[in-house]
Nanobody, 123 residues
């Protein structure tokens, strides 16, 4: 099993930046891709970004390219999500995720989930 612990959420003003972290523990050798999803109130969970652990290949939701950046510290089994120029519409619970196979934007293909961290952006 793999456990994911996300941190770094908070309440910020529009235009501010936040960096989320997610540390993986347990059978981390089985993880091939780590990613982030988010769920805003009243909306479905949506893909944010993902990164391949073995090549560092990244993918992003089109609407977030240029503002969000995902990175990985393989030695620490930790994935980061740098969020810049935050907007009120970025308000959501952000979930860290991991999967054993190749990358995907579908939440149904991810095997492991963290507990979620709240990000609130006020105007």
């Amino acid at each position: 099993q793999v456990q994911l612990a996300a941190s770094g959420g908070g309440s910020v003003q529009a235009g501010d930046s936040l960096r989320l972290s997610c540390a993986a523990s347990g059978r981390t050798f089985s993880i091939f891709v780590m990613g982030w999803f988010r769920q805003a109130p009243g909306k479905e969970r949506e893909f944010v970004a993902a990164i391949n652990r073995r090549g560092g290949i990244t993918s992003y939701a089109d609407s977030l390219k240029g503002r969000f950046s995902i990175s990985l510290d393989n030695a620490k089994n930790t994935v980061f999500l740098q969020m810049n120029n935050l907007k009120p519409e970025d308000t959501a619970v952000y979930y860290c995720s991991a999967k054993r196979g190749y990358g995907s934007t579908s939440e149904y293909e991810y095997n492991y989930w963290g507990q979620g961290t709240q990000v609130t952006v006020s105007s």
